[in-house]
């Protein structure tokens, strides 16, 4: 039997909300964090962490040298810990607490700038402190200084499924015994040049609506943010005494490997992702109670994911809430799987979807709404699914 | 849990592409260290690198355009098909569904942001091509590597920097003994760029002339480029398909610092502790390990600290511990390095031989084990262990044997 991995807290650091209390509430509220970009002026509408203040949980100290990413994480690792009641180590590092982090454009800001300077500034000028800020993995490495964090430590990147892989990740290293204690999740940032890759890829929506499973979607709103869930053995989580919110009960993945950069408009893979899941995890499509959906308004992938959704469910798919959190906070890439794990697993906890905010009821037979949904049962379905042709999916239980 | 064996082997190098080529090369001790030639170091005080000779992409792709991916991408594909053929594996005869890929990086598609800059400095941002967006983020490696060979299982790369090729074969290690898949082609990628040669230089740790690993006069690293790919399997199905298996994965281990960004603790407290874990994952004891592959990168901090390291944990048998870096001939590939190295371990154990340190003259008293001098050795070694360190202060050790029935050491679970 395998071994029961529990969720006990949560760092969460959103364009609707910091900490696990001001999210939950903003989120079941149906607010919409989406506006004018402050980071890109001539962007159009972004969902960005606006007057994101690190200093209020990290202190001054240190931190002019991280960049926005290791920001995010950091601020996100503090919440996480003191969310799960977790003390770090004094001195020296625990190696029993580790890290695993999903991204998507991971530190480009920090390589871009850095390449830029000694375009610009000459390549002996350039600032060798800023080096570090380069690797795809300096935002673990900077959490895991801060937080003395010894154990296993790791950055993860597959597309929009990050977030989901890092979570799979996370629990084998539990299964494995390579720590006790694992943070899993992920960060993104929104900086000038993915805001820029996403206006010339034509994924933004521009200047029409972002409306997740909905037709006249233009398609979606660039956002940022940083998810950890803190995830244990059960057996630690209750020599510890604290009571879990989750449990992380199945994973699947499939990738469509099909064409470059396009959704897979049959949904095979997509389809695959959410059966293995549900295999792994051992339960029935029936036993499902709702659906955290990856829709971020993109159209290709919102059909796709009906598809893929109608695929496993069949008749029963009208009976299930889903939700399309991204309607909120936009498409947090890398973090988005960590963002939506955490909502399914505050949903079971309250037995309520939170709304899908601004849904307006048209042109999907899924059952979205745009208040909250009441719904029944014990596992939530999640999924992530990638532009790059990559699909994860998680089911998650109900601490009982 | 199952058993996995690597069962083909397919790499890009400076020093030669393909399994026999690069064996060759390093059992004679050839360099792939030359003068920059992809872009101009009249700027830097140093002028070496190792860079990928001659590499023609279209060679290796047969469904995806080369001109539509990176540098790096194309290198996975490369080491892929190599890994592939080395196998002699068909892919119909696979559940695709069940073949993953699954690769380390440092740095992604670094000439996507090279080329970014480029055009931002004529003034030019907004003619930016799409493709350079699309293209950069290192998902796409995996991705590409997928695509080209229409595999569908788990697809992930795992960005832990010069760590990432030994990061990336312990997962996919945990993906097959778990049953998740029945092939992964694990291993790592990383394309030569301005800003990893800018960052290494203004951290002073380019040596001007040769790489130098555990020599007292060693003056630094080599930044270098390549790929290295091995098709892992469970070992049953291998057996039954009449594979060649070069080595077997016991387990590995991983741990971080959390003490510096680029600087090793300087007791080499996570390296002790990937090592510990990584036998204790492979159910060996220390006294079974014949040979080590080392980080070795040649700076003076982390060729000191290793030994170190390896000192603390094998205690007064640590000199009778071959343990050599294949970084004299290479340079430091980033993340394809442990991934080549992996290689190397599993053909140390294939073949009887070790691979040697070269450029090594002069003792250091603070590297005091046998770095196996400037000649390989025929030791026959039957377990080793591969090493690797990377900024974030993080380490991946990883174990690998002769694969025999009910293996020697290995406590199976």
Known sequence: MKTRIAVTGAGVVSPIGSGLPAFAEALFAGKCAFGPSALLPAAPITAEVRDFQPQQWLGTKGIRMLDRSSRLLCVATHLALESAKLATADEGADPEIGLVCGTLFGSVHSIAAFDWSGLVDGTNYVNPMEFPNTVINSPAGQAAIRYRLGGVNSTICAGLASGLYAIHYAAESLRFGRALTVLAGGVEELCKETIRGFQRTGLDAGAHDALPFDPASGGLVPGEGSTLLVLENSE?????????????????????????????????????????????????????????????????????????????????????????PKAAYGESMGAAGAFAAL????????????????????????????????????YALVNAFSCDGNNAALVVKRWQ | MKRVVISGIGAVTPVGSGRTNLWEALLEGRSGIRPVSSFDTAGYPVHIGAEVPDFDAAEHMRRIAPECLGRASQFAIAAARMAI?????????????????????????????????????????????????????????????AIELGVQGPCLMIPTACAAGNFAIGHAYDLLRTGRADLVL??????????????????????????QPFDRNRKGMVPGEGAALLAMEEMEAAK?????????????????????????????????????????????????????????????????????????????????????SIKSMLG?????????????????????????????????????????????????????????YAFGGINASLCLARAENGAAGRSIQ
């Open chain 2, 186 to 211: 694990a291993g790592g990628a990383d394309a030569f760029s301005r800003i990893t040669y800018m960052g290494f230089a203004r951290l002073g740790a380019i040596a001007p002339e040769r790489c």
């Open chain 2, 85 to 145: 053929g080395d196998a002699g594996i068909e892919l119909d005869q696979f559940n695709k569904r069940r073949v993953g890929v699954c690769l380390g990086t440092t740095s992604g598609e670094p000439l996507m942001v090279e080329a970014y800059n480029n055009l931002r400095k004529e003034g030019n941002v907004d003619a930016v091509p799409a493709g350079v967006f699309s293209r950069y983020p290192c998902h796409v490696i995996a991705s590409h590597v």
């Open chain 2, 240 to 324: 039954a398909r009449g594979a060649t298996i070069y080595a077997e994965v016991l387990g590995y281990g991983v741990s971080c610092d959390a003490h510096h960004m680029t600087a090793a603790h300087p007791k080499g407290d996570g390296a002790v502790r990937a090592m510990t874990m990584a036998l204790k994952d492979s159910g060996v004891s220390a006294g079974e390990i014949d040979y080590i592959s080392a980080h070795g990168t040649g700076t003076p901090t982390n060729d000191r600290v290793e030994s170190l390291a390896v000192r603390t944990l094998f205690g007064a048998n640590a000199g009778r511990v071959p343990i050599s």
């Open chain 1, 236 to 324: 630690t989580a209750s020599a510890r005494g604290v009571t879990p919110m989750m449990e992380i009960s199945g994973f699947g993945a499939c990738h469509s490997a099909c064409e470059l950069g396009s959704f897979q408009l049959t949904a095979e893979a997509a389809t695959a992702a959410i059966e293995e899941a549900l295999s792994d995890a051992n339960v029935t499509p029936g036993e499902i109670g709702c659906i955290v959906a990856s829709a971020s308004g993109n159209r290709p992938g919102d059909v796709m994911e009906e598809r893929a959704l109608r695929n496993v469910f069949n008749g029963r798919l009208g009976a299930i809430p889903v939700c399309a």
């Open chain 2, 332 to 388: 430091h590939t980033m993340a394809a390095a442990s991934a080549i190295e992996a290689a190397a371990c599993a053909m140390a154990i294939h073949t009887g031989w070790i691979p040697p340190t070269m450029n090594y003259s002069e003792p250091d008293p603070e590297c005091d084990l046998d770095y196996v001098p400037n000649r390989p050795r025929e030791t026959h070694p039957r377990v080793v262990l591969n090493n690797s």
């Open chain 1, 343 to 378: 909502i399914a697993g505050l949903s079971l906890q309250a037995q309520c979807l939170p709304p899908t905010a601004g849904f307006r009821g048209s042109g999907t037979r899924l059952r979205l709404s745009g208040e909250r949904q009441p719904l029944a049962g014990d």
